[in-house]
Structures are given as C-alpha cells and as structure tokens.
C-alpha cells in the first residue's frame, strides 16, 4: 500500500506545515513510513506552494509522488497548476470559498476551512482545519495520532486554538462525505 498527497496554496497558508504533521502522524504515531517534500515560489508569501506526502506500510524507494491519490487545494491558482497529473480516482479536497473556479466534471469535497478558521478567531489555522478535514475524507490515519502529531508540530501557546481547529475539521470532512 502506498497513497501520494498533495495539499496545495499559496505561501503563508501552512501548506508546508500541513503536510509535515500528516507525515509525521503516519511516521511518528502510526506504522507507516513517510516522506515529504516541498516546493514554493520565490516570494516568502502569496506564490503557489505545494507539500506532497508519501504514506506507505513499505520502505520508499522515490521520494516523490508518480501520481496524487488525494488533493488538498486551498487557493485558486495552486488548484489551477497542480491538478494536472489527478487521476479519476483521485480525491479533491478544496475550499470553495478560496478555489471558486472548481467544476471540473467530477465530485470533490468541499470544506469552509478558511470560514472555520475565522469562527475560531484566527484564519492561520485554516491549514490545520483542512488536515482534520484531510484525516476524516481519506481515511487513512487515525484521527488521535494526526491530532497528536499536531500537538506536538505546533507552538504551544496556540495548542488549544489548533485543537479545536483539527476537531472542527474533522466535523467538516464527515460532513462533506455525508454531503457528497
């Protein structure tokens, strides 16, 4: 068994910081063997970037994606340049409100992370409320050890924020499943 992620935004967004927590919760507090890797445009912020994991029950040979198993996408031109190589099987995962331009002729997932983020008081953890979303959608984690990778990836002082942000996220992706 092995699945390929690809969570996708723009710089600033906790892409690259979504995609560490996913893997090490597969690594860290599950069984799996992991890999990540990164990619962002030259500027510090507002440039497409991309954090892409590899989960597997077997040592990994390559450590970069040959297709996308699921697509997190949370901006318009990230989803845009990076959904090139999805296949029909391959999950989307998006926030309608950041990627409007989404019909693409297949269902996907649709999560009000951003929206969330900001009912919690903070719109920097609608990253983590899209992991949540993520653990619950594509099943492949146990929820606990993705919220304990997250205690541990994040700064202390905002633990209780980020908490409640994968706990709501988690609410929102069973949603979106019950909604598809």
Known sequence: MKKDVRICGFGGQG?????????????????????QSQSYGPEARGGAARSEIIISDEKIGYPRPLGVDCLVAMSQESFDSYRD??????????????????????????????????ELGNKIVTNIVMVGAFTSIFGML????????????VPKRFTELNIKAFERGLEAGKNAVEEL
């Open 142 to 153: 146990k929820p606990d050890a993705v919220k304990e990778s997250v205690i541990d990836s």
């Open 85 to 118: 190589d999805i296949r029909d099987d391959t999950i989307i995962i998006l926030d309608p409100d950041l990627v409007k331009k989404h019909d693409i002729g297949r269902p996907l997932y649709k999560v009000h992370a951003q929206k969330i983020a900001e």
């Open 15 to 35: 892409v690259i910081l979504a995609g560490f927590i996913i893997g090490k919760a597969a690594s860290v507090f599950m069984d799996y063997h992991a890999v």
